[in-house]
């Protein structure tokens, strides 16, 4: 079956301007993570959405930061306002449930110039 | 406290050889330590997980040890091949659905 999918691949914006990421998790999970990855801070934890349940944004930097998952499925990342210390790559994973093994995507590489 | 510590920062071995990295935390509400490994360009795929109430674990060439009273865990590869090259990172699970992740091993094995 299709794994996680995102996009777009790459992504290269202006300072200041708001880009969205997008998340299709593997079919029927239920369980859905967003992750960054960038050479000072390794992989880190940002947002996690859990069936109906209101999702964990402890891990948001800012709140130019948000996501939101739509029907219960595919789900999207803005960032608004983006700033250069926001280069990265974000990572989407998924579950088929709360502490079962999560699934990464080969995540979406963002440069702001 | 929710941090992961992971050493080495890099490592080099001949093929054949059995590296080994090591993990160690503090949160004693980690309950599910997987591994990832990660080629260059890809997203983290998970090679072999273990929970705290199991000192080992293998699956093909790949072992976890764990030892639960000095909170550390390591995985160790044996007959590692060029093809093992890549970066590793250990994790621990938190309140169920946050990976905390350490900062990675990237491993490089010489033909």
């Known amino acids: 079956g299709a794994g996680v999918s995102q996009s777009p691949s790459n992504k290269v914006t202006e300072k200041g301007k708001d880009v969205e990421l997008r998340c299709d998790p593997i079919s029927g999970h239920t369980a859905l993570y967003w992750y960054r990855q960038s050479l000072g801070q390794g992989l880190e934890f940002l947002i996690y959405f859990q069936g109906n349940s209101a999702p964990d944004k402890s891990g948001l930097p800012s709140d130019r930061f948000s996501a939101e998952r739509t029907g219960g499925s595919v789900s999207t990342l803005t960032i608004q306002r983006t700033q250069q210390e926001d280069s990265a790559v974000y990572l989407c994973?998924?579950?088929?449930?709360?502490?079962?093994?999560?699934?990464f995507g080969p995540g979406t590489r963002l440069t702001v110039l | 406290q929710q941090q992961v510590k992971q050493s080495p920062q890099s490592l080099i071995v001949q093929k054949g050889g059995i590296p080994i990295i090591n993990c160690a935390y503090e949160n004693t509400a980690f309950d599910y330590f997987p591994w990832y490994q990660q080629f260059p360009g890809k997203g983290p795929a998970l090679l072999i997980a273990i929970r705290p109430d199991v000192s080992e674990k293998k699956e093909g060439r790949f072992t976890i040890s764990f030892n639960k009273s000095a909170k550390q865990f390591s995985l160790h590869i044996m007959d590692s091949q060029p093809g093992d090259s890549a970066t590793y990172f250990c994790a621990a699970l938190y309140q169920g659905g946050k990976l905390i992740f350490g900062q990675g091993t990237e491993l490089s094995v010489k033909p």
């Open positions: 994973a998924s579950s088929s449930r709360a502490y079962n093994e999560q699934f």
